[in-house]
T-cell receptor, first 113, second 114 residues
Framework: GNSVTQMEGPVTLSEEAFLTINCTYTATGYPSLFWYVQYPGEGLQLLLKATKADDKGSNKGFEATYRKETTSFHLEKGSVQVSDSAVYFCALSLMDSSYKLIFGSGTRLLVRP | EAQVTQNPRYLITVTGKKLTVTCSQNMNHEYMSWYRQDPGLGLRQIYYSMNVEVTDKGDVPEGYKVSRKEKRNFPLILESPSPNQTSLYFC?????????????FGEGSWLTVV
């Protein structure tokens, strides 16, 4: 079936450290891939997306590349800030009639000063 | 400003007391959907709607109802809430035309059933 697997958290980093959150997927066809972020007490915000293989999504210093050969969409940032502390969700969107998003379980990131 | 608005944001209710969570979007989107978020499970789709008067079940529809009488509104109805429906609920919408792949989420509704 279709699924998304994320690394378990929490991930704790010091400010200015390099961040990687792993995400792999299983899907039929060619899904679009997304990273959503949920700051404490807030809803979901789209962070970045990629709609086809080798596309790179980027926003606010975060990047992720759609790797079809490894079925991965790892999230990276070169230098995290305290304000990046949040829960990050990897998701895929099926191009079928449901248009639903299938989410990973989320990875909590805590950045310490 | 493009928005998906949910109400209430926070609610504590008792088992069996019917409640409705409203959702409204101002982007003229055809597609709307409800998700619930539970620890360790991410978000799971409850119901979705492709347009007015067109609704269908998602992955976890049991105990929920929806209606789509107007394009902008998609209320989630819990006829007889139970404690296992305690969760964080998100409404979402997207356009179905070209370039409409982004799904927009509301801010979430925290529901506690005691």
């Amino acid at each position: 079936g279709n699924s998304v697997t994320q690394m378990e958290g929490p991930v704790t980093l010091s400010e200015e450290a390099f961040l990687t959150i792993n995400c792999t997927y299983t899907a039929t066809g060619y899904p679009s891939l997304f990273w959503y972020v949920q700051y404490p007490g807030e809803g979901l915000q789209l962070l970045l997306k990629a709609t086809k293989a080798d596309d790179k999504g980027s926003n606010k210093g975060f990047e992720a590349t759609y790797r079809k050969e490894t079925t991965s969409f790892h999230l990276e940032k070169g230098s995290v800030q305290v304000s990046d502390s949040a829960v990050y969700f990897c998701a895929l969107s099926l191009m079928d009639s449901s248009y639903k998003l299938i989410f990973g379980s989320g990875t909590r990131l805590l950045v310490r000063p | 400003e493009a928005q998906v608005t949910q109400n209430p944001r926070y609610l504590i209710t008792v088992t069996g007391k019917k409640l409705t969570v409203t959702c409204s979007q101002n982007m003229n989107h055809e597609y709307m959907s409800w998700y619930r978020q539970d620890p360790g499970l991410g978000l799971r789709q409850i119901y979705y709607s492709m347009n007015v008067e067109v609704t269908d079940k998602g992955d976890v529809p049991e105990g929920y109802k929806v209606s789509r009488k107007e394009k902008r509104n998609f209320p989630l109805i819990l006829e007889s809430p139970s404690p296992n429906q305690t969760s964080l609920y998100f409404c979402a919408s997207r356009g179905l035309g070209a370039g409409g792949s982004t799904i927009y989420f509301g801010e979430g509704s925290w529901l506690t059933v005691v």
